[in-house]
């Protein structure tokens, strides 16, 4: 418990102050939520689309469409904080830190579920009857660095990507970007004046949309082999995170810890790309 010391009254004063960190989930928010799931995988069944026949002759035979139908595979996993702190360090302190030790483990629980989406956005999704078949995004929906960052001809593409699926265009779309993606769409060449004062509103946070796709900002985003950044692009309904158990907390004094105090949360996810024509990855070169 040496961290703590740091907030001892003698050194530090009267408040715990969070240092900096992204507070909670950014991307919880931009997807497809289903709770209540039990087990250790869930199964989502799905339909593709089917073409209508065109009736040709009087009392024709009914014609029968095989619907194809599939499903998607998502795992659980569950995660757990815990952090203790013994009753010495609370008589050195003028405030009761059980609340900025739940905070904080809020935060990084928020944080983990960032995680988990970004990498089913781009991972492997599995699908097949036992949910056995595994499906990478394929070539089609990557678009490649080109010795460049983020610019308003790889916007422009992955709409069009999307838009070429006939993804809903009434349905949220999102990307999420590093800081730098922002700072290079006002240094690109194709931005016009119209465009470039869009994007300048985006940077200083006067808006957070541009060119039909709503901007999270996240620096936990994954680099390839090249370090360039990859920047993902999706439709909500897209992207899917499962909950078996969604945030829970207990503050308990533990009797086999000198009777310190715990402060304990947990919860139990899973998530899973849904639709490989509703996600775009976008190579960026930072």
């Not at 209540?36 to 009914?62: C, S, W």
Request: charged share 25%; glycine share 8%; net charge negative.
């Amino acid at each position: 418990m040496g961290i703590i010391t740091t907030a001892f009254v003698k050194q530090f004063g009267s408040n715990v102050e969070q240092l900096v960190q992204q507070k909670g989930s950014r991307i919880r928010g931009a997807c497809r939520i289903e709770s209540g799931i039990t087990g250790e995988e869930a199964y989502f069944d799905q339909l593709g689309a089917t073409a209508a026949v065109q009736k040709t002759t009087r009392n024709a035979d009914t014609p029968l469409i095989k619907s194809d139908h599939q499903r998607r595979r998502v795992s659980m996993y569950d995660y757990e904080w815990a952090d203790l702190i013994d009753k010495e360090d609370r008589l050195k302190m003028l405030i009761d830190p059980e609340s900025s030790y739940a905070t904080s483990a809020a935060w990084a629980m928020g944080r983990a579920i960032d995680d988990s989406l970004i990498a089913s956005l781009s991972g492997t999704a599995y699908t097949g009857k036992a949910g056995g078949t595994a499906v990478p995004l394929g070539a089609g929906q990557k678009i490649v660095v080109g010795a460049a960052g983020l610019t308003i001809a790889k916007l422009i593409e992955a709409k069009e990507i999307l838009d070429l699926a006939d993804c809903d265009p009434d349905e949220p779309r999102y990307i999420a970007v590093s800081p730098k993606q922002i700072s290079d769409l006002l240094a690109t060449t194709e931005v016009t004046s119209a465009d470039y004062n869009m994007v300048r509103a985006l940077v200083q946070g006067k808006v957070n949309s541009y060119m039909g796709f709503e901007f999270i900002i996240s620096n936990r985003l994954a680099v390839d082999g090249s370090n360039d950044r990859l920047c993902p692009v999706w439709v909500k309904s897209g992207l899917l995170l499962g909950i078996a158990a969604d945030i829970k907390s207990e503050i308990d004094r533990r009797s086999d810890k000198s009777y310190a105090t715990q402060v304990y949360l947990c919860m139990g996810i899973g998530s899973t790309r849904m639709e490989e024509d509703k996600i775009v990855e976008i190579a960026c070169n930072e």
